[in-house]
């Protein structure tokens, strides 16, 4: 089996920080995943990445960066941290020979 | 629009009862899978279900490519049931997984 680690677990800020969540995989996973879900509601996709230093686009990537430079490590940057900001956010990855989809913790972010 | 439809969006059982979540898509798919969420939890695969039908325990989950659609049953529902249902499509030629907006289901003693 394998292990999805997201750092830090809790995240605060002020707003307009620059806010890095960071992602790290041992399954040796080639597709990797950042979701937001704010309170009680469900998942929205900000970047995904097929490959080392490949990124694409989810629903909702404006306002965040993405780097893939490992295979194993994927991390999101809120570039200025707005107090609608505030949710989880979720790191997944997938590969081998199905699609399946395994997720971290996740990080909750909260800006004052 | 949304590209996958949850319904219901909330359900109220007593413990017992059975439940049908449906889960509708509106693109091709490569893949359809089921997640189990507790409030302020992590998420928990229950399916991996391109198509047809899996069984596991009191849960069934069924997938017909043809009709863009997938449930998820749960028979004989217990308290520990309640929670969030999620399911997530990953669109055809893409490795793009999105996600309905989930039904929360509360079981009552």
């Known amino acids: 089996g394998g292990i999805i680690t997201q750092t830090p677990k809790f995240l605060i800020g002020q707003e307009g920080q620059k806010l890095t969540l960071k992602c790290q995989q041992n399954f040796n996973h080639d597709t990797m995943y950042w979701y937001r879900q704010d309170s009680g509601k469900g998942l929205r996709l900000i970047y995904y990445s097929i490959t080392e230093n490949d990124l694409q686009k989810g629903d909702l990537s404006e306002g965040y960066d993405a780097s893939r430079e490992k295979k194993s490590s994927f991390s999101l940057t809120v570039t200025s941290a707005q107090k609608n900001e505030m949710a989880v956010f979720l790191c997944?990855?997938?590969?081998?020979?199905?699609?399946?989809?395994?997720f971290g913790e996740g990080s909750k972010l909260t800006v004052l | 629009g949304q590209q996958v439809q949850q319904s219901p969006a909330s359900l109220v059982l007593q413990e017992g009862e059975n439940a049908e979540l449906q889960c509708n898509f509106s693109?091709?798919?490569?893949?359809m899978q089921w997640f189990y969420q507790r409030p302020g939890g992590s998420l928990v695969s229950l399916f991996y279900n391109p198509s047809g039908t899996k069984h596991s325990g009191r849960l069934t989950s069924t997938t017909v490519i043809k009709e863009r659609r997938s449930s998820l049953h749960i028979s004989s529902s217990q308290t520990t049931d309640s929670g969030t249902y999620l399911c997530?499509?990953?669109?055809?030629?893409?490795?793009?997984?999105?996600f309905g907006t989930g039904t929360r289901l509360q079981v009552l003693p």
């Open positions: 997530a499509l990953e669109r055809t030629n893409t490795n793009k997984v999105v």
């Open positions: 693109t091709s798919l490569n893949s």
């Open positions: 997944a990855s997938s590969g081998g020979n199905t699609g399946q989809l395994y």
